[in-house]
């Protein structure tokens, strides 16, 4: 059984360490060392403050044990370059639009990563460069889950992107009930989130490795030090934001890869062979396997098989069926075949997780 962990902040379960600490690649006074209890790991937290409301992570942690963390974030919008462990080879954005977050990490695996954010009001440019950048179906999707959040949040006058999300951060920060969005989304919104998670992220190009080596290798101290990791920082951002720019085909519309996963997250239970999903939205099977890659990353049943556990976890979370009961919902006609998804999914067996979702809903 993980340990679970209940927190306003992820900060709150490091301790303070120092700029000297050996295992650290370069610092400076400045710094912000945060290091984890001896019981849970021998990893690192470094904080480097930039200016202009960016901040600088390094990140490199191996967990004793495994760990649940149920925490609320504020206002931040993130972009992750991992290095080691989950997601390696693969860049993420992660906008926080005001709800807790149920997260499971692996004991004996390394986390070694990058990350930039950037808070209020800096924040705003960049979460506008980002939806910009979105194709126009998952751009919906996010400005339908600011305005979710926002009326869960209290509402108010407001009626752009921007002045929602403030009202949301700062209820956030204020410490109000925060929301489960398992809790809040109904189906549709729930499945079109996970395509918000996919359009997020995109591979890691040689010179965004270049640019992550040359942020772990810096040479300098004090102030150059500082201007010298912002340029780094700021040119690996906006290289990930190009590459979220909309997928281009010139074999043929993106518009029928859409269709096709509408498809699979419609019926999970009884999905179209691809053969027979291709000729649904006017295709062949070639060209929509490639285009899934293209799209998601993945093949069409790797799609159906993300959008199964999805499904899953949100089920776990918010209702009192069995196990069983949520693999046949989930399209799984075998018990132990979901269970086995799941673990390799989530790193925990459906039952640990309900009974954990259920502990933190009481």
Known sequence: MATRLVLNSWKDWLLSGSPS?????????????????????QGYFQEILLPDDLFLYIHDYSLNRDLMTDVSEGDRLEFDFPIVGSGKGYGFVVPYFGWKNLAFRRAKKRFFKVEIFFKRPTLHKYLQAFMERLSPQTRSTAEKLIRLMYCYHGGGSSSTPVGMLNRIFDRSNAQDSHFIFEQVANKTLYFDALDLSYATCRPVTPIMQQLMGQILSCPYQGTTRRTYLEQKALQLVSLRLEAMGQPQSTKFD????????AILRKDLI????????????????????????????????????????????????????????????AGYSCRSHFAIAFRQLTGMNPKAFQMTAWQRAS
């Open 270 to 329: 009884n999905p179209p062979t691809v053969q027979a999903l291709a000729r649904q939205v006017g295709t062949n099977r070639l060209y929509l396997n490639k285009g899934f890659a293209q799209v998601y990353g993945t093949t069409p049943y790797g799609y159906l098989r993300s959008c199964r556990m999805w499904y899953a976890r949100r089920l776990l979370m918010t209702s009192d069926l069995s196990i069983s009961d949520v693999a046949t919902e």
């Open 21 to 41: 600490d050996t295992r650290l690649l370069h610092a400076d006074v400045s710094d912000r060392i945060l290091v984890f209890p001896p019981d849970l790991s």
């Open 254 to 261: 993106l518009s029928c890869i859409y269709q096709a996963a």
